[in-house]
């Protein structure tokens, strides 16, 4: 996918924002290849299970467990699983 300028980015987030699904997972898409934590994060704590699969992906393989460490206390058992798998916590 080719990278997106600010204002294509900028609309992208508002169709997301008005429920359109298709731009929601293209945003998804966008910020796991960006490796992009607090667009995923932001994504997912509203509401997209999508978001927050990709996101304790990324936050895996970033090995960002303070990410992980915040998804598990939230009750994700995935992230808590990975948690498990990095540290052994």
Do not use: F, K, W, Y
């Amino acid at each position: 996918m080719a990278p997106m300028s600010d204002p294509e980015l900028a609309d992208l987030r508002e169709r997301a924002e008005r429920g359109d699904s298709d731009a929601l997972d293209q945003l998804i898409e966008l910020a796991g290849e960006r490796g992009d934590i607090a667009e995923l994060r932001r994504l997912s704590d509203n509401g997209s299970a999508t978001a927050t699969d990709e996101l304790i992906q990324v936050a895996t393989e970033q090995e960002n467990l303070d990410e992980l460490r915040r998804l598990a206390a939230n009750g994700n058992t995935d992230a808590a699983d990975q948690l498990e798998e990095l540290t052994g916590e």
